[in-house]
């Protein structure tokens, strides 16, 4: 059983940057590869990105390349979303995910946080 916390979210002007971070529970937290998804207000959920539990690999889409970097630390259970040149569509709820498998099925939810970026 993973539980996750995130924290970190907040109201940040266009451009801005903010740190989201993943707290879990458990001693498995390292097996697992770790993900953020996040969701708008009527859109679906969508995955962007993610992180092996090795970090030999991390994942991003396109609209968050070169702007959004994943990162993990094991040895504090804990995995971050550092994002940088916020944009108004950045807006959504953010959550981290675990899973056995990079962009594969998720196991383990946490509650989100808000992120908003104004204009």
């Known amino acids: 059983q993973v539980q996750l916390v995130e924290s970190g979210g907040g109201l940040v002007q266009a451009g801005g940057s903010l740190r989201l971070s993943c707290a879990a529970s458990g001693r498995t937290f390292s097996r697992y590869a770790m993900s953020w998804f996040r969701q708008a207000p009527g859109k679906e959920r969508e995955r962007v990105a993610a992180i092996t539990w090795s970090d030999d690999k991390r994942y991003y889409v396109d609209s968050v390349k070169g702007r959004f970097t994943i990162s993990r630390d094991n040895a504090k259970n804990t995995v971050y979303l550092q994002m940088n040149s916020l944009k108004p569509e950045d807006t959504a709820v953010y959550y981290c995910?675990?899973?056995?498998?990079?962009?594969?099925?998720?196991?383990?939810w946490g509650q989100g946080t808000q992120v908003t970026v104004s204009s």
């Open positions: 995910a675990a899973g056995l498998i990079a962009w594969g099925d998720v196991d383990y």
